[in-house]
Every structure is written in C-alpha cells, then in structure tokens.
C-alpha cells in the first residue's frame, strides 16, 4: 500500500493592481520593518519584510550614487515605492533588429514603478540624500540575472539564486 503526500499547491502571482495596492500598503506600516534601518557606505543595504505567502518584500536603503547594476527577476513581476528620497531607473530594451535602448525615469517619494517578469534595469540613487525603497515580487523572487552592455548589445554575465547569492 502506498500513501500519497498531499502538498500545498504554489502561491499563485497576484495581479499588478494587486501587487501595486500591496507595495504601497507596505510602504506606509513601518511598523512592520526592522527598528533600525542601515545606510552602508559600502553598499546597498536591504532586508526582507513579512508579507503575504505569495509575496516578496525587501527594503531598501540607497546612499547617493548607490545602485543594483543591471539585472532581472526572472518570470517574477515586481513594484518599488519610493518611501523616501529619488531613485532612478535605468530600464534597457533589446530592440528587434538589434542594440538595445534606455528608458531613463526618476520618481520621487510616494512615486511607485510597476514591471513585469524578464525587465532588465538598473535602480540607483541619483539624488544628494540617502533614499528608501520598498520592492514586492509575485511569485517569490528565487533567481536574478546580472546582464553588461558591451556597446550596443545586452550581455547576461551571471545568475544569482535564493538562499545561495541574497
């Protein structure tokens, strides 16, 4: 006789308006994140924040001129709120025919920044003062691909895992 162990299924993704509606409600229970956050001159300082079982959520905080490098959160949709601060995002585009192309934008505190699986940025502080940040993910971020530009072209360098990289 065999016996079958019952899982439970994956967290299904939310939707964006969702996931939107998540990440601001994050951002404003600061009762939720850890007592003190860190500002490391050396680099980017984030840590991970309850959420809901479908849901990743990291903050971070952002001295001037830090930032992620290019990279992507694999098949995971994803949304930043800007708590404090300006933040920067450099999103590069694959053309068609080939090269690639940037859309630069800044937001601003309470500002947010929806996208989708596969998009390909780099997120920076641009601004004079230190800056926070909250990121949501759905499904759970578990991989993320560091790409380089070598002139025109878009070139993945490396993949960092869950639980192995962060």
């Given at each position: 006789?065999?016996?079958?162990?019952?899982?439970?299924?994956?967290?299904?993704?939310?939707?964006?308006p969702r996931l939107l509606a998540v990440a601001t409600e994050l951002a404003a229970r600061r009762d939720r994140w850890p007592s003190e956050l860190r500002f490391d001159p050396d680099r980017r300082w984030y840590t991970r924040i309850p959420a809901q079982d479908n849901v990743d959520a990291w903050l971070l905080t952002w001295l001037?001129?830090?930032?992620?490098?290019?990279?992507?959160?694999?098949?995971?949709?994803?949304?930043?709120?800007?708590?404090?601060?300006?933040?920067?995002?450099?999103?590069?585009?694959?053309?068609?025919?080939?090269?690639?192309?940037?859309?630069?934008?800044?937001?601003?505190?309470?500002?947010?920044?929806?996208?989708?699986?596969?998009?390909?940025?780099?997120?920076?502080?641009?601004?004079?003062?230190?800056?926070?940040?909250?990121?949501?993910?759905?499904?759970?971020?578990?991989?993320?691909?560091?790409?380089?530009?070598?002139?025109?072209?878009?070139?993945?360098?490396?993949?960092?895992?869950?639980?192995?990289?962060?």
């Amino acid at each position: 006789m065999s016996t079958t162990q019952l899982r439970p299924a994956p967290a299904r993704p939310i939707d964006p308006p969702r996931l939107l509606a998540v990440a601001t409600e994050l951002a404003a229970r600061r009762d939720r994140w850890p007592s003190e956050l860190r500002f490391d001159p050396d680099r980017r300082w984030y840590t991970r924040i309850p959420a809901q079982d479908n849901v990743d959520a990291w903050l971070l905080t952002w001295l001037p001129g830090q930032s992620t490098g290019l990279h992507d959160h694999g098949e995971a949709s994803g949304v930043f709120v800007v708590v404090e601060g300006l933040v920067r995002e450099t999103n590069v585009i694959q053309r068609p025919g080939g090269g690639v192309r940037d859309v630069v934008r800044t937001f601003a505190t309470g500002e947010a920044r929806p996208f989708g699986g596969w998009h390909v940025h780099d997120v920076a502080n641009p601004g004079p003062l230190p800056a926070i940040s909250l990121h949501v993910y759905t499904p759970a971020l578990t991989t993320m691909r560091r790409y380089r530009r070598y002139g025109d072209a878009l070139v993945q360098v490396a993949v960092q895992l869950a639980g192995q990289d962060w």
